[in-house]
């Protein structure tokens, strides 16, 4: 009888450890497979604020990449605009207290179309070093 | 150009008065909060008023334009200012150098109706290169140094940049008329 019951629990056991293996080695199991390539995300555009105060753009230059975002707040009492030297693109007018974001595709030297004496320049790099 | 203000109370002189130097300094008029807030709203309609006239009789693309910014950028000075008096509970009170200002621009605004359409335009810039200079000098000078109350002069610093641009804007126009 001990004798049956043991070839019982050895049975048992087996079959545990038999049904286990596949699970406990699930990792490892598409060890042969090729690996997705890995997702390259598109590096999210940087943010700069130009800021218009005391009828100025300051800073009156700035340096970005391609795709940035450059938002203009107009912390002067009266309207402003920006305006691409060749009026390739302007904000119209951007009343005291406003905004506007323009996303940098070239280098452009700009003004402010409503006060012609305020200007200002952006570059686009390849690259920024910050 | 100034000597168009001359007859009378004459506006250059009054201005050379408000001048700021250690020489004219004790005869600087003196004012109160509510005298200096009745000067800067004087001087911003004195320029809307100009402006006004400008829209009216000029041709030249330039002139309308820079005519344009003086009546919107001065509008938006006289709502904040107006806004300011509002809030401090304050009634601007006319003055000898309100009445001034005032009677000068009525002269002046005289001339600008008077003169040929060949006239208008350089008659119109050289005023406003003169009478920006002027109101530069008397706000400097005058306005801020007087101001007692921090927000008043504040208002007054914050117009200073505006009032240096508009200059600059009319003598690029004054040039370009040339």
């Given at each position: 009888?001990?004798?049956?019951?043991?070839?019982?629990?050895?049975?048992?056991?087996?079959?545990?450890?038999?049904?286990?293996?596949?699970?406990?080695?699930?990792?490892?199991?598409?060890?042969?497979?090729?690996?997705?390539?890995?997702?390259?995300?598109?590096?999210?555009?940087?943010?700069?604020?130009?800021?218009?105060?005391?009828?100025?753009?300051?800073?009156?230059?700035?340096?970005?990449?391609?795709?940035?975002?450059?938002?203009?707040?107009?912390?002067?009492?009266?309207?402003?605009?920006?305006?691409?030297?060749?009026?390739?693109?302007?904000?119209?007018?951007?009343?005291?207290?406003?905004?506007?974001?323009?996303?940098?595709?070239?280098?452009?030297?700009?003004?402010?179309?409503?006060?012609?004496?305020?200007?200002?320049?952006?570059?686009?790099?390849?690259?920024?070093?910050? | 150009m100034i000597k168009k203000f001359a007859g009378g109370a004459s506006f250059a002189l009054l201005l050379g008065l408000l001048h700021?130097?250690?020489?004219?300094?004790?005869?600087?008029?003196?004012?109160?909060?509510?005298?200096?807030?009745?000067?800067?709203?004087v001087a911003?309609?004195n320029?809307?008023?100009?402006?006004?006239?400008?829209?009216?009789?000029?041709?030249?693309?330039?002139?309308?334009?820079?005519?344009?910014?003086?009546?919107?950028?001065?509008?938006?000075?006289?709502?904040?200012?107006?806004?300011?008096?509002?809030?401090?509970?304050?009634?601007?009170?006319?003055?000898a150098v309100s009445k001034k200002l005032l009677a000068g621009a009525a002269k002046e605004k005289k001339a600008?109706?008077?003169?040929?359409?060949?006239?208008?335009?350089?008659?119109?810039?050289?005023n406003?290169?003169a009478y920006?200079k002027a109101v530069?000098s008397t706000?400097?000078?005058?306005?801020?140094?007087?101001?007692?109350?921090?927000?008043?002069?504040?208002?007054?610093?914050?117009?200073?940049?505006?009032?240096?641009?508009?200059?600059?804007?009319?003598?690029?126009?004054?040039?370009?008329?040339?």
């Amino acid at each position: 009888m001990r004798t049956l019951r043991f070839a019982w629990r050895c049975l048992v056991v087996s079959a545990v450890v038999v049904v286990s293996a596949p699970a406990l080695n699930g990792c490892s199991s598409d060890a042969g497979k090729e690996k997705p390539a890995p997702v390259v995300r598109p590096k999210e555009p940087d943010i700069y604020t130009v800021e218009i105060k005391d009828m100025k753009f300051v800073p009156d230059s700035i340096v970005v990449k391609k795709g940035d975002r450059v938002i203009f707040v107009n912390r002067d009492m009266v309207g402003h605009c920006v305006t691409e030297d060749g009026k390739a693109w302007t904000s119209g007018a951007i009343p005291g207290g406003e905004d506007w974001m323009l996303v940098a595709q070239k280098s452009s030297n700009y003004y402010c179309a409503i006060h012609v004496v305020m200007k200002g320049k952006i570059v686009v790099k390849d690259s920024v070093s910050k | 150009m100034i000597k168009k203000f001359a007859g009378g109370a004459s506006f250059a002189l009054l201005l050379g008065l408000l001048h700021v130097t250690p020489v004219f300094s004790q005869g600087n008029p003196h004012l109160t909060d509510p005298e200096i807030a009745s000067v800067a709203v004087v001087a911003n309609q004195n320029d809307i008023g100009y402006a006004e006239i400008a829209q009216k009789r000029s041709k030249n693309a330039e002139v309308l334009k820079f005519a344009q910014t003086m009546s919107n950028d001065h509008k938006a000075v006289i709502a904040q200012a107006v806004a300011l008096v509002k809030k401090l509970n304050v009634t601007p009170k006319d003055n000898a150098v309100s009445k001034k200002l005032l009677a000068g621009a009525a002269k002046e605004k005289k001339a600008l109706e008077a003169v040929s359409d060949k006239a208008f335009d350089k008659t119109y810039i050289d005023n406003e290169v003169a009478y920006h200079k002027a109101v530069i000098s008397t706000v400097e000078g005058v306005l801020i140094p007087q101001a007692q109350n921090a927000e008043l002069k504040q208002l007054l610093q914050k117009v200073v940049p505006a009032l240096k641009t508009h200059l600059a804007h009319a003598q690029m126009v004054q040039s370009n008329l040339k």
